[in-house]
């Protein structure tokens, strides 16, 4: 609540002072204590009169006249010129439109009994809580709201629906609805298992709040309690179960204060659904209300209502409360008065007078029992965050305006937002430019969301499977278009798949609208991805203004307004000077977005209280060094094995080229960056580095199962870490080998084809130290290869045996051939000569060969000569001189 009026009614009785609850019939006189310090005495007759129109604003149908009446009493009570001067301020504020939250804090009991709602103004006649822009809020002197624990608080916060029908039935279908509806508008988890408690008693709702506050507990923020109230004695309590037979039990307002005190700095709201939960029972007891007890123990907020409560009326509360509270998001101030204006308008009954809020005003007036983060660091915003994004209305519009032209023009429904890395597209297109048109009056779109990664065509037939109603135009966003580029493999999937997005953008019938975000230096790529059969390239639509919007660097005041606007939103405030410094630190930046939005969201961190302050501003190293110093840090505190593989789970998740200006993330499956784990121990250890790297947002996990995938949150930690930078650079060589084995992965997956020898040298010599990063595809392509290749040496030697078995059989018959050829020659000569056959005339003619003549005698004694029992024969006539 914004530039708000405050107005404290502070009192306390004359006689008998000391003591709160000294009630008597009669003129009582009282103190109205200003703000400058003055006092005023007042007085009130109490009579019978008085208190039986309190027990007739009790009864349905009550008469207006005594609404009436009752609203008069408390007027003439006022009478005084410290009350005159508040009245005047109060009808300043209002005729401004200006909230005005009036606080009721006594020292006298008995003024809670007043329903101060009914006011009667003397200047409209109206009653006090009719004006919707006036909060009455309840508060016990001297009393302090419990710090919050721990402190600051993080991001989240339960609802507890705790419910019993011990009393009679309850509306509790419709309470939950109405929890769940809320927490859904405003994106915010609520776990029907884990959230809800049916049939409460005080043992179970202990149980639950102990477990919740206990080491490792999902801490509770807010309790809603339906039931029905009851009475004890002189006081009002809560019927819930039982603890032996779950029978109705009446639970005071002492005992519901014991059992939730030791919650109060976890609890920060408590919603009692119920009748007289805000009644403080009969005069001069010394109990009081349930929800006054509640407040005393340090719970921040508790709302209740003074009289019975209608069925319809507290079902119409709960649904506009929590709707506001979470959807806007708004403080429970702002969200109890929006309630409380429905209620007047709905029901018709007391109900919007009967609803009490407890708060103090030491505390404010914005009271925040979730806690929501605001800033998305290094994190995209997603429609889900759109109502934390801004600085961009005028790009907003210009895209809208390019898509009503496309519309109009009746061209295809293509349009390219371009711009450099660290402008913000995604989070421009996600969370302006869609939720803007969703949001529209009589908008009928349904929305898709894809990225192209590896596999393009699979991706976008698995977006447009969602759109389940064809007669609603569907505006398809393909984010980061560039991983056509960096990680579809083949170009034919490339083409494929623009040709595709361009079709469905010009065909009538299709009713899709495609916008495409994409990194400004890819632009001249998309040359490379022909549209049609007629030479129309995507390049030539990108740099058509009429299918192209490029986002700039984001100015001063668009900065200025993402650093201010989404703090306000949530109740944090910035401490003077800390904008106008961020400001001046990013000036000079390139793609300094990123890096705000990380600081931001540092600094909500190490928040004090609910401010952001300049001495966390320099604890972190400003906008420059903010990332690198968080980083470090995650990194710092793991071992030397956990540093390690954080290590190779970042390596895994960049792409490297040789200009090192180029190098981007990669979205990979978990399953090809988990490294192979000796044992579960190490398996669990790497789950849980990675969980701790998410829950940083240094890593984003998307998906779940064997789709599970995983990437750098943004390049800007590619860009801007240090260490990232230097682990990079000392491993660039085995990267290059290690995307060059993902390609080749690909390319077997797809299509068998196995490495080579050369190839299969290369790579393993580049990753021989680092086996255990290999994924299962990489183990089984480099063991099929090495499996062909020996296989193909088998072949090869076998081939080689045989080749040089006849090689040699071969040479054998040569060299036999030319020694008898010679033989035979000189035998010839012999013969010729006639000499040797007159000195050996057994040499020509042995017995058995008859009539042979010498050369075919010899030839056949050569031939007996290879056997051995003629070898020394041969010799003799050979040698016989």
Sequence with gaps: MDDI??????????????????????????????????????????????????????????????????????????????????????GE?????????????????????????????????????????????????????????????PEGGRILFAWSAAGGYVPVAQHLRAIQEGARAGYYPFDLQGDVLERATCGSLDDVLKAAKAPGGKPISVLHLLCHGGTAGQTCGLMLNSETDGEPTVIDAGHLRQLLAPYAGMVRLVVIAACNGGNIGTLGNHLGSVAQALHQIGIAAVIASR??????????????????????????????????RQLARDTGLLDWASMQLYARDADGNDNRPIVLRPYRGLLAFQPEHSRFFFGRDAEITKILNGLGGLLKAGAPRFLVIAGASGTGKSSLVLAGVMPRMLQAPRATWVFAQMRPGAEP?????????????????????????????????????????????????GDADSRVTVLVTLRVDFIGRCGELPLDGKGLSLDKV????????????????????????PAQLVGITLEAGLTRRMLKDVQDEPGALPLLQDTLDMLWQQRRGWTLTQAAYDAVGGVSGALSLRADARIDELDEAGRTIARRLFLRLVSVYSDTATDIRRRARLTEVRLRPRDSQDEARFDQILGRLVDER????????????????????????????????????????????????????KHGALLNERQLSLLEEALRDSSDELGDDARKLIGESHATIRGKRRRQQFAM?????????????????????????????????????????????????????????????????????????????IGGE
């Design 5 to 90: 009026t405050s107005l404290l009614l502070d009192f306390i009785r004359v006689e008998n002072a000391e003591d709160r609850y000294a009630f008597r019939l009669g003129a009582q006189e009282y103190v109205i204590r200003s703000a400058g310090g003055g006092v005023e005495n007042v007085e009130l007759k109490w009579s019978h009169a008085l208190l039986a129109d309190f027990v007739a604003l009790h009864q349905p149908g009550c008469d207006p006249a005594v609404i009436h009446r009752v609203g008069g009493t408390i007027r003439d009570f006022l009478k005084s010129d410290e009350w005159a001067r508040q009245e005047a301020l109060l």
């Design 93 to 153: 504020a209002v005729s401004r439109g200006q909230p005005v939250v009036v606080t009721v804090r006594s020292a006298a009991a008995e003024l809670y009994a007043l329903p101060w709602e009914l006011l009667t103004l003397d200047a409209s006649g109206q009653h006090l809580g009719e004006l919707p822009s006036v909060l009455v809020r309840y508060e016990w002197p001297e009393t302090r709201t419990t710090v919050e624990s721990p402190s600051p608080r």
């Design 307 to 340: 009289f019975p409560l209608s069925i319809s009326g507290s079902i119409r509360f709960s649904e506009i409360f929590y709707r506001e509270l979470f959807s806007g998001p708004s403080s429970v101030e702002t969200a109890f008065l929006a309630a409380r």
């Design 457 to 505: 065509l699979v991706a976008l037939e698995s977006a447009l499977a969602t759109r389940t109603d064809w007669a609603r135009p569907l505006l398809l966003v393909v984010d980061q278009f560039e991983e056509v580029f960096t990680q579809t493999e083949s170009t034919e999937k490339r083409s494929t798949f623009a040709r595709r997005l361009w079709a469905l953008a």
């Design 542 to 565: 990108a740099y058509d203004e009429a299918h192209r919007v490029f986002v700039a660097q984001m100015a001063e005041a668009q900065l200025e307004e993402a650093i201010f606007k």
């Design 698 to 749: 240094l890593l984003v996990r998307t998906g779940d199962g064997k789709a599970t995938t995983v990437e750098v949150a943004h390049e800007a930690l590619i860009r801007n870490w240090q260490r990232l930078r230097g682990w990079v650079s000392e491993d660039r060589e085995r990267l290059v080998a290690r995307q060059a084995l993902e390609s080749k992965v690909e390319e077997w997956r």
């Design 801 to 877: 045996a045989a080749i040089t078995f006849a090689v040699v059989g071969i040479a054998a018959l040569g060299v036999w051939g030319i020694v008898h050829a010679a033989e035979r020659d000189f035998i010839s000569h012999l013969a010729r000569d006639g000499s040797y056959q007159e000195k050996h005339p057994s040499g020509f003619h042995r017995p058995g060969v008859g009539g042979q003549s010498g050369v075919d005698g010899y030839t056949a004694a050569g031939r007996r000569g290879i056997c051995a029992d003629n070898q020394n024969k041969s010799k003799e006539g």
